[in-house]
């Protein structure tokens, strides 16, 4: 089954033109002894509501892209548009770059601070994109915290006393704390057992349909890309050399690498695997 598609206009929420990002390995003196190119001119698009899948093998430069729209590192050619602004043209559009687009990372155990109670690491969050206001921290902890299912039983405990599961809950509600519009996931599935897998998709599926998030999903599993992904891009050797709706790509893939990513795995759909509590 994959995720119906709709004929409507969609508002694009972020955008990537032509983004470049070469890596560059210096000797002792500092001179460039080599140059990697992780990605290589690429542009996609985001549509509100929806999920574009960023699917390719270990290495093929995904997780780079991610973080090259999160504004975790710089481009080294190419732009990034949050609502059609220039997310790091101003301070001001960097600010609401930092609010609109939030990440979920692949480890949720090593992305959490040990030494800081749930709360109290939610509460970082919204201070660091600015807010001040005590009571409405506190509120927009509360809503993160119960989106996700958790409790203020939940929110005074530690990272290491929850399981795997529920460390990415905790990575959820981090990122929903600020009201984002636009998430990027991060293999966010792929460190857990396979038995929590299928609720944290579902969760984040329920997310979308009742906040209208937006989602940018870096995957190499094609059994999670049929599941949510609305649009598929695949990556390989830093360039994407396939875009299609989901539906499409699966009946019909153009490319030989496409075709080798789908023949290469079994694809199960999520609802098959073990939904044992996590």
Not at 158 to 178: C, D, N, T
Not at 263 to 275: D, G, N
Request: hydrophobic fraction near 35%.
């Amino acid at each position: 089954m994959t995720i119906e598609q709709t004929e409507t206009h969609e508002q694009t929420v972020l955008e990537a033109r032509n983004l470049s990002k070469v890596f560059a390995s210096r000797s002792f003196l500092g001179r460039t002894v080599s140059e990697t190119k992780a990605v290589d001119q690429v542009s996609l698009s985001l549509s509100a509501g929806k999920t574009y899948a960023l699917v390719g093998e270990s290495g093929s430069g995904k997780s780079t892209t991610g973080r090259l729209l999160q504004g975790l590192i710089t481009p080294t050619a190419g732009e990034v548009s949050i609502f059609g602004t220039d997310g790091s043209s101003s301070e001001q559009s960097t600010t609401r770059a930092n609010r609109d687009v939030q990440m979920i990372f692949q480890d949720p155990y090593s992305s959490l601070n040990p030494r800081r109670r749930i709360r109290s690491i939610l509460e970082e969050s919204l201070r660091i994109i600015g807010e001040k206001e005590p009571k409405t921290i506190r509120l927009k902890v509360d809503e993160a915290l119960a989106a996700v299912g958790f409790t203020e039983e939940h929110a005074q405990r530690y990272p290491h006393e929850f399981s795997g599961g529920q460390r990415q809950r905790i990575g959820i509600a981090r990122a929903l704390v600020a009201s984002p519009r636009i998430i990027i996931c991060d293999e966010p599935v792929s460190a857990l057992d396979v038995s929590i897998q299928a609720q944290i998709l579902n969760l984040l599926r329920k997310l979308q349909r009742d906040l209208g998030l937006a989602y940018l999903f870096i995957t190499h599993d094609m059994s999670v890309v049929r599941y949510l992904a609305h649009r598929v891009g695949v990556m390989h050797q830093g360039k994407i050399v396939e875009e299609a709706d989901t539906a499409e790509l699966f009946a019909n893939p153009q490319h030989d690498y496409t075709k080798r990513l789908l023949s290469s795995v079994p694809i199960h759909h999520p609802s098959q695997r073990s939904t044992a509590k996590g």
